[in-house]
């Protein structure tokens, strides 16, 4: 088993991956991004996996502390992911990095077990859930009558959510991972909010209760796709079990499907359970589950 850069041994890395890997095209972009830095593992001819520390640019500047992703393809044994884990950790830590993090789909249990025996921590399981046009259409036949007041949310808002949106989602990764403070995790969840009101997001959607918002959902269409993604849903604590939630989805699904979208996504923790059991009620089926591991390097 060897391991090689893939700027010193791009003409190796095509020969094997190009002919032994089935999703070569798939990672081209990766490999001719100048940012990252690429190792591949070959192991007697045969390619043997790949990965990319891609560095977190946002993050590291937000927490002041260099951060960069670990993207992991094609790893099919635990001595290959291992040996390559432990190389690009070592090219990590040369580059300054302070944090990786990886986040892996599906059933790949030879990448969780050498993630595990190279000191990496696991820190968040997520469920992505879709609802296509197709269903919804089925589902939301007729149009929905709303108890609350839902409408967009306006810069008036911004204040009110911030001031409880912010210690919302106390099950996200930034509060499991010890290189994270609370209060970061906090502070990230309030630029969070603020950028999706200002850039990020084409539309939120609010409930209004007594002249002040009390609930929320982000909503952006992707142009290319015209898959819809729902970000960040959350209700005030004084507010819960009393159907906005469900309400400022239904209004947020209507919304995306009149725009355009053949699909919604919305992610949250597999064991978040009002959240799943809300949207399975709306329609939604589940896509696909991930699992997310960290490790601060010392």
Known sequence: MRIFDIKDDKVLFDEVAGTQFGRFKEIQPVVGNNKNRVLFAVDKGRFSGLVNLKPMEWDSRFFGRPLAKLEIFGVDNKTAGQQLIASVEERARSDGYRHLMARLEGPVYSVVWSLENNGYELVDM??????????????????????????????????NIL????????????YRDPFFTTSEADLLHKE????????????IWVCEVNGKAVGFVTCKIDPGTQIGTITLVGVHPDYTGQGIASEILRKSTQWFFEHGAKNVTVKTQSFNYPPINLYIKSGFLVSFSDITYCKTLR
């Open 163 to 174: 001031s409880f949106g912010e210690t919302l989602f106390r099950l996200s990764y930034f």
């Open 192 to 203: 969070w909010i603020a950028n999706l009101f200002f850039h990020l997001a084409d539309v």
């Open 126 to 159: 997520g469920i992505t859930f879709i609802l296509s046009k197709e269903r919804w259409l089925f589902t939301h036949a007729a149009k929905p009558d709303y108890e609350h007041h839902i409408r967009t949310m306006e810069e008036k808002d911004l204040d």
